[in-house]
Structures are given as C-alpha cells and as structure tokens.
C-alpha cells in the first residue's frame, strides 16, 4: 500500500494531461463513449524541448517532464545533459516525503471522513459503469470505498498504464534526481506534497466526481493517451502537446487550479531566483510549457523571456 501511495502522489500533476488525451472533455463526462485514440510514433531518439533564460550571472534552463514513462527512452542526452551537467541546482514540482510523512498526508487529506462511501455519492448509473471498470482492472468494487473521489480517480488512471509497461520510477524526475544526488547538486522543491494533494482536495464534491466519471468513461483509453503524450514530448511538437495536455482543463476551477495559477507561482520564483547568481536546471511538468499561460508566457510579464535551445 505505502509503494501505491508514492505512485499515486506521482501521478497527480499527470492525471488532467491524461484526461485531456481523450476525445470527451471534463464538462461532458459521461455524455459518450470515448472514441479510440490515435497512436503518435515515438521517435527512436528522443529530444524533447528546453529552453533557457539568462541575465549577466544567472542562467535557468526549462525542461517538460513526463512523470511516467516506459524504461528504456534515450532522452537524457545531447542539449538536455549538457544543460543539467552545467547546472549547480536541480528544481523539480516536488521533493517525495518520507514513507511515514506520506501516510500522514495522505491518511489527512485523501480519506473521506463524511461516513459516506464512495460508491453511494454517485448516481446509479455512473456507479454501475464505476463497478464494471473496477472488476475490469480486477479490483474488489469497494477498494476505494473510503477515499475522496479524486485519489481514487488517480489511483485507478494509474493501473492501466502500468499494466501498459509504464513505470513510476522511469519518469524523467527520478532520473535527474538521480543525477543529481550522484553529483551532490542541490535539489529544490517548488510545492510541497501538502500542496500538490491539496490542490485536488480542495476541489468542489461535485468536480471531484465528474473528474471519477471522465476517467471511468476514459479508462480503456489510458494507455493510448499516454502513448500520445510522450510522443509528443519526444518531438518537442508544442503546439500538439499544449491542446493535448490542456485540453481537458475546460472547467474554469481546474484550470486556475492545476494550471494557470501554479504558473504564475512559478514565474514568481524564477523571477526571485533570477536575482541570484548560478545555474539552475527547472524541470516542471510538459503541459506547464505549453499553451497561452504557460510558464513561459507568465515570465513574459515579469520582462523574462525563454529562449528555446534548438538542437
């Protein structure tokens, strides 16, 4: 259970990318059935975006993550190795906490403590659909009983992926944290556990369930999303990345929530980190450098401007 909790909290800021690969949006889930996704070759060599921002005595490079991958993509090479080696820092969206930490979050933020189950805070027919997906995934229909609709909507996103051959420990921050630790580099955190956890169960009941339903509707169509974002990463195709991972941001609340807002946070940061000399490898998320409030169009209002590194 503890190792399902890590993959879990692993999946957080990947889950609306993955919702957002379907053809449905949040608003009208449940209104049809998901149509089969068209599957984007991933390139034999990987070489995703990066960009950089530099002033007299600070350099910040921006590199788009994929926090679940299949083991074996040969992505860190080329300009985005020569970027990291040259860094004397490494900021990634969030420090994993300790085994015993993690409980406590989650035990405090992702447990309903309402009395009532899951499966009795949806309509019948959403349940119905609910149970059959949980016994596709053979899964006892209560195992989510007592959890907050949306750690149970990401805790089910991640089985099929898995059962895909994607593996939460083959992401691209457990492999520049790893790089990092060897080196002795300072790994710095932009949000805490609290804060990413937070972030969803802080959402409306009524949110947190249509976000469940999408995913029920979605979930034969998982592995295939995925397939799609990483390809898209892979081919550094912004644009097609920015409308596949934001896509499913429809609803103002989750849009500010997940997205815009966390940006803007960021851009904040890196706007005081500029003041400071040295050499800083930010790794956030691919669908935070995509789109109309992307984190670089939020450090566009701060008079910062990142420059994409082409190689």
């Known amino acids: 259970m503890m190792r399902h909790w890590f993959s879990t909290l692993l999946m957080l800021p990947l889950t609306l990318g993955l919702a957002a690969c379907q053809p449905e949006s949040l608003q009208s889930a449940g209104s049809a059935a998901p149509k089969a996704t068209e599957i984007v070759t991933i390139p034999d060599d990987p070489d995703p975006a990066i960009w950089v921002i530099k002033d007299e005595d600070t350099t910040i490079y921006l590199f788009g993550t994929v926090h679940i991958l299949k083991p074996g993509l040969s992505w860190f090479d080329e300009a985005v190795k020569e970027a990291f080696d040259a860094s004397d820092e490494l900021v990634i969206e969030m420090i994993r906490p300790d085994p015993a930490a993690m409980v406590k979050i989650v035990n405090d933020l992702a ?21 059959a997906v949980m016994a596709s995934l053979t899964l006892p229909v209560n195992a989510f009983d007592p959890l907050e609709p949306w750690f149970a909507s990401v805790s089910m996103s991640l089985i099929p992926l898995k059962q895909s051959g994607f593996e939460t420990d083959s992401g691209v921050e457990d492999i ?30 009524d949110v947190q369930i249509r976000f469940l339903n999408f995913n029920v509707d979605s979930i034969g169509e998982m592995a295939d999303g995925m397939e799609n974002m990483v390809a898209h990463w892979a081919n550094a195709n912004i644009s097609a990345l920015a409308e596949l991972m934001n896509a499913g941001l429809e609803e103002k609340i989750l849009y500010e929530t ?10 904040q940061w890196v706007d005081e980190r500029m003041k400071q000399p040295g050499t800083v490898f930010v790794a956030v998320g691919a669908g935070h450098l995509a789109g109309k409030d992307s984190l670089q169009e939020q450090l566009k209002k701060r008079a910062l401007v990142a420059k994409r590194i082409k190689y």
């Open 258 to 267: 997940l997205l815009s807002n966390r940006n803007a946070n960021w851009a």
């Open 176 to 205: 520049l944290t790893s790089h990092a630790t060897a080196r002795g580099m300072t790994i710095t955190g932009l949000e805490t556990a609290e804060q990413q956890l937070g972030f969803f169960d802080n959402l409306p009941e």
């Open 111 to 131: 447990i309903d403590t309402t009395g009532v189950s899951l499966r009795d805070k949806l309509d019948p027919e959403d349940r119905t659909k609910y149970e």
